[in-house]
């Protein structure tokens, strides 16, 4: 009897401690499994926002990359585009050179000398002007330079005497005139009247050559 | 209740404390292994998301060279064009430009 009384009891205190012990395992498996719940849910989220901020990353270092790219692209392309038009402009000047030879022997030229030793005479007014012609020039001659002489000399009210120098340049065509023992000099060759106009000229001559 | 029963009683209170006590500790290991396979679970979706990330990554690079190379095509064909107009146009022009420049020399025009 009083074995039984003592099992009854061991029994009673037993049931009570596996009673607790299961609540406590099973708050354990839940706290466990809740756990493990906001780990995944957190490395889910985190995962998503990972994602798109990578992403979005990339693609703006692409886009850069692409702009960039296009940018220098369409940065060449106008060189390209200058250059084309650049060089046919130089090469519209280089034509001009070659057309003045023929002028050489016209009317236009001894129009072209009367024209600039007027602007010359602007300038100086009075004294001695040596002309240098050019090695080709065969046309003109000291008559034709008294003649202009006295042309401009009547015209501007000047007292100037031209005198065709023993000395020639190489040009094309033209002359350089020099004043007071060559300290002063005005170069009336093609090769610089094409130098000196090409840069005010090229947005006419762009215009005309390109619309 | 006497020495020998409360002795008998606490002997086996204790065999089954240390039983219950084996198997809380069994639970709490599993507790852990499932904390565990939680961890590795999210490192694999991170890893997996990395992976995902870099393909994602050449997927873009690829558009972005198509597009780019699409581009500098498109460019290219319009600057050929807008070369093979210019080209055009000082053919047809060059006499005037040439005219032109030959009359500013000669004083016959003016700009």
Do not use: W
């Not at chain 2, 870099?54 to 190379?69: A, D, F, L, P, V």
């Amino acid at each position: 009897m009083f074995k039984d009384m003592s099992e009854s009891r061991i029994r009673k205190i037993c049931s009570y401690i596996q009673e607790e012990l299961n609540k406590q395992r099973h708050k354990i498996m839940l706290d466990a499994e809740e756990k493990a719940q906001k780990i995944i849910s957190e490395a889910i989220t985190n995962a998503k926002s990972l994602y798109l901020e990578k992403v979005n990353e990339i693609k703006g270092e692409f886009d850069k990359i692409k702009n960039k790219s296009i940018a220098e692209a369409e940065f060449n392309a106008k060189q390209k585009i200058l250059k084309q038009k650049n060089d046919l402009i130089c090469s519209i000047f280089n034509d001009v050179l070659n057309k003045l030879k023929q002028y050489m022997t016209t009317d236009a030229y001894v129009k072209f000398l009367e024209k600039s030793l007027i602007e010359v005479a602007l300038s100086i007014r009075s004294g001695e002007v040596e002309i240098l012609l050019c090695d080709s020039d065969t046309m003109t001659s000291e008559s034709m330079i008294k003649s202009i002489e006295e042309k401009v000399n009547h015209k501007l009210n000047a007292n100037i005497s031209f005198r065709i120098s023993q000395e020639r340049i190489k040009a094309t065509g033209g002359f350089i005139a020099r004043y007071a023992n060559g300290k002063i000099s005005y170069d009336y060759t093609f090769e610089t009247i094409l130098d000196k106009i090409k840069e005010p000229l090229r947005p006419v001559v762009s215009k005309i050559l390109f619309g | 209740m006497t020495t020998t029963s409360l002795v008998y009683m606490l002997k086996s209170i204790k065999e089954i404390e240390s039983s219950l006590i084996n198997d809380l500790d069994k639970t709490k290991m599993e507790a852990n292994k499932k904390i565990e396979q939680a961890m590795e679970e999210a490192k694999k979706i991170m890893d997996d998301t990395m992976q995902r990330i870099e393909t994602e990554r050449k997927e873009i690079q690829r558009r972005s060279e198509i597009e780019i190379r699409n581009k500098l095509i498109e460019i290219d064909a319009t600057v050929q064009k807008i070369l093979n107009e210019i080209e055009e146009k000082a053919k047809s022009n060059r006499d005037a430009a040439i005219n032109f420049i030959l009359k500013y020399i000669f004083g016959e025009t003016n700009v």
